[in-house]
């Protein structure tokens, strides 16, 4: 583990030790609402600031952007953290373990160290540009399944903004009649780290955050596979818009959906 995973798995760590004696009491934990169905709680602020903090003192030259504190540190700095302390929390609120922390590192702009941390199952997914991906220190692939309707496919619901919903309903159709079957567990980070460990065969969502599939992105790449946006294209860290599967999955499922664009 080279030190910039060193430095996020401690503090990950940490921070998910916080949440699994929070999830002990969720009636104690404080929530607010940011928008319709996009909750904060104390337990997604609390958790960034032990990341935050432990990012400050290890790299205190380092930008951090972080999903409810925004950006810390220069904006002309050449590495920048991108940070989501608590993605899944609806689940996390529920009681479902489905959640993590997702952490990723950039280096003048580019995707260099990923990790991804479910402290329910303690869990740590990391990755490093041109060094492949791990899972507890074993390492991970995406599927080699080729044939759509053997795949399971791993997507997201546009809970926040349902301004196109009709439009992702048909695509999930259209998914649903050609593939082994679909899920959809409210946490797009572990749902790209289930492509690269090839426990889904392929992953779409529209709308995300930078924070929500920086770090899944790298280590499903790491791990063999291809990240798009939906027209096949680099733009997805921009424009939230990410399909994820192996090379020939991908090429059907980026078909499916441009059927509807």
Known sequence: MN????????????????????????????????????????????????????????????????????SHGKATAEYEWIIDPLDGTTNFLHGHPQYAISMALLHKGVLQEALVYAPERNDVY???????????????????????????IGTGFPVVDQSMMDKYLAILKDFLAKTAGGRREGAASLDL????????????????????????????????????????DEGWLESGDIVAANPKVLAQMLKIISGHQ
């Open 126 to 152: 990391m990755a490093s540009r041109g060094k492949g991906a791990l899972l507890n220190d074993r390492r991970i692939r995406v599927s080699n399944r080729i044939e759509l309707n053997r795949c399971l």
């Open 193 to 232: 780290c289930a492509v690269a460990a090839g426990r889904l065969d392929g992953f779409f969502e529209f709308n995300l955050k930078p924070w929500d599939i920086a770090a899944g992105a790298l280590i499903v790449q790491e791990a063999g596979g291809i990240v798009t946006d939906m027209s096949g």
């Open 3 to 70: 030190p910039f995973l060193n430095t996020a798995f401690k503090a990950a760590r940490k921070a998910g030790q916080m949440m699994i004696r929070a999830a002990g009491n969720l009636d104690a934990v404080k929530v607010d609402s940011k928008a319709f169905n996009d909750f904060v709680s104390d337990v997604d602020r609390s958790s960034e600031m032990i990341l935050v903090e432990a990012l400050k003192e290890a790299y205190p030259h380092h930008k951090i952007t972080c999903e409810e504190g925004g």
